[in-house]
Nanobody, 123 residues
């Protein structure tokens, strides 16, 4: 069982930066792939980025490539999302998720979810 709690969301102007954090409970954090997803009002939850548990290999949606960076600290059971050059279209609730594998970016492939943190980017 893994419990996830996100933090770090807020209101930022376009072009600004935010860093999201996600702290996990559970003994086997390092074995889980960790992902960030987002959901805008009236839209489906979509993949943003993920990092594997073993190799630390990272994966990004095309829309955030070059602007967002995912990282993890297994000793602290933390995963981070550094978001730079934010755009109004990045506005959404951001969710941290844990799964057995990185998968194909389908939310159904992830087993555990945090409660989400709101990110709002003003123009």
């Amino acid at each position: 069982q893994v419990q996830l709690v996100e933090s770090g969301g807020g209101l930022v102007q376009a072009g600004g930066s935010l860093r999201l954090s996600c702290v996990a409970s559970g003994r086997t954090f390092s074995s889980y792939a960790m992902g960030w997803f987002r959901q805008a009002p009236g839209k489906e939850r979509t993949f943003v980025t993920a990092i594997s548990g073993s190799s630390g290999r990272t994966y990004y949606a095309d829309s955030v490539k070059g602007r967002f960076t995912i990282s993890r600290d297994n000793a602290k059971k933390m995963v981070y999302l550094q978001m730079n050059s934010l755009k109004p279209e990045d506005t959404a609730v951001y969710y941290c998720a844990a799964g057995v594998v990185v998968g194909n970016g389908d939310p159904s492939e992830y087993d555990y979810w945090g409660q989400g943190t709101q990110v709002t980017v003003s123009s």
